[in-house]
């Protein structure tokens, strides 16, 4: 049962014994600013009944024979967060057994004996629609958690559909690769491909991750004067492999002047990056996507405006809700789970800001309008300078201890490592790692930290206690991002802490 509108939700209705009672308490009710409606009979009561009320009032006289049970029905098949209030306008004693059978059957009644003053009988009123309107919150709350529960279950299938897709062709490169053993040049197809699958799954980890930081308020934001066209530089270079592959042709217009504001650059170069992405997944092949930024007073306006499905009106508000947009029409799009949007809404809010959907219908395209605050010092900082492909693989001098109990995660990096010139060692528990140490001179150990046994932050503490601890660069590397587990880490001494799965690109310049 959905919320009726206020004149039915909080009607009273009235089955009087005569014409006259009812007229009179109808005017009584009215005078108080109530809503009543007088029924002829108890099964006209009934029909009022299921369309809406905020209490029902009866007279002793009308509860006798079968249309005490006719009630009695009624009020038994009432919705579990429902329980109607009734009141019953008893005669002078009120110890009949009409009365003692309402006691009995009504597990929400009140009995009023008459003759009544007005104002006891107003506030018996008033007491009973009190009790229906919290009744009506708890129904409003179960609603919402029942919608809510169905968007999570549809996200579940959504998330197993979308892991599942990348370890689909992940698992075929694989078997290709061991069945026929290709060279070089034959085997590089095979490895981009599930690169491309690894970085997909990658993203959705991290989609996750970021969710959970932002809706547990763990969120790090680094603030500081950005420039926005750097930043939108950085997110157009981040979502290009979608607009190549589909087709798309990108514009970029940023205003002649520079736009500084107050954020955080990586985050705000997510936020432009999920809107593009969004664009160019919902837009079908060969589409048009346009981003402008400019000057409103005093703040940055961005709009990502895209020819793709459109949203329909109901859409525009529920669209940044958690779950929401997996499920309809906006699962047409080519993977992702739904999220990307709510993350863009938490992030920009968190900074000042705001973002808007808007759209002329389904089929006709969308636009997300961003506003940020400039900041108060018009000084533009310097551009940031990305690290290039080519800058991921210099020449590594000395020896790398890696240690990780995941034997295929410590034999791979320490593999990449000796690629790159460095001399790796790897062990596969805290003992094994303090005998290397003592053997061999350590310049740098790359510790998991969730270890059987001895972990991580327990090793780092002995390295350091070490003949040279002094000198050791101490590296965590984790899949758990939590503040409590960042400050356990820096606790136990450690240099830098890197979230699993690695970024290469960072990794190497930790390096």
Not at 385 to 410: H, Y
Not at 482 to 508: C, S, T, V, W
């Amino acid at each position: 049962m959905s919320a009726l509108p206020p004149d039915l939700e909080e009607r009273i209705l009235l089955r009087t014994a005569t014409s006259r009672d009812a007229g009179m308490a109808s005017t009584v009710l009215e005078r108080a600013h109530f809503v009543s409606q007088v029924c002829d009979d108890m099964g006209s009561l009934v029909d009022e009944l299921l369309r809406g009320a905020g209490a029902i009032m009866l007279a002793e006289e009308v509860l006798a024979g079968p249309a005490l049970a006719v009630l009695t029905g009624a009020l038994a098949a009432q919705p579990p967060w429902s329980d109607v209030p009734v009141l019953v306008l008893a005669r002078q004693g009120a110890d009949s057994r009409a009365i003692a059978s309402a006691m009995d059957e009504f597990a929400n009644v009140t009995v009023i004996e008459r003759p009544m003053r007005v104002a006891s009988l107003v506030s018996a009123v008033r007491t009973a629609l009190r009790s229906r309107r919290r009744q009506y919150e708890l129904r409003n709350l179960l609603e919402g958690l029942r919608d809510a529960d169905q968007r999570k279950t549809e996200f579940l299938a959504t998330l197993a559909h979308e892991l599942r897709n990348p370890l689909a062709p992940l698992g075929t490169a694989l078997s290709l690769l061991q069945r026929k053993k290709p060279g070089p040049e034959e085997a590089g197809k095979y490895y981009e491909l599930m690169n491309r699958q690894v970085e997909h799954m990658v993203r959705l980890v991290n989609d996750l991750m970021e969710v959970s930081r932002i809706t547990r308020g763990k969120i790090e934001l680094h603030l500081g004067p950005v420039l926005l066209d750097a930043v939108i530089d950085d997110a157009v270079e981040l979502s290009r492999p979608l607009f190549e592959r589909a087709g798309h042709s990108l514009t970029v217009d940023v205003a002649g002047d520079p736009l500084v504001v107050r954020g955080d650059a990586v985050r705000l170069t997510q936020v432009f990056s999920n809107l593009m992405n969004n664009a160019a997944k919902y837009t079908p092949a060969g589409g048009r996507v346009t981003v402008t930024a400019r000057q409103e007073g005093r703040q940055a306006v961005v709009s990502v405006s895209d020819t793709g499905t459109g949203l329909a009106p109901e859409m525009l508000k529920s669209i940044f809700e958690m779950f929401v947009q997996v499920s309809g029409t906006a699962r047409e799009a080519q993977g992702g789970l739904g999220i990307g949007l709510t993350l863009v809404k938490s992030l920009v809010e968190l900074q000042g800001g705001s973002v808007e959907a808007a759209s002329e219908g389904l089929g006709r395209g969308a636009t997300f309008t961003v506003r940020l605050p400039l900041a108060k010092s018009a000084a533009a900082p310097g551009r940031r300078t990305r690290m290039s492909q080519d800058g991921w693989a210099p020449s590594l001098e000395g020896t790398i201890l890696v240690v990780d109990d995941n034997r295929d995660a410590a034999d791979t990096l320490a593999e990449l490592l000796a690629s790159m010139g460095a001399t790796a060692l790897v062990a596969y528990g805290g003992e094994e790692a303090l005998q290397l140490a003592r053997e061999h001179d350590i310049d740098i150990a790359v510790l998991d930290i969730g270890m059987p046994g001895m972990d991580g932050c327990e090793l780092a503490r002995h390295l350091r206690a070490g003949p040279r601890g002094a000198e050791l660069k101490l590296i965590a590397l984790t899949g758990w991002g939590q503040q409590g587990y960042r400050d356990r880490i820096a606790a136990a001494g450690f240099d830098h802490h890197l979230i699993k799965p690695l970024n290469l690109g960072e990794f190497m310049a930790v390096l």
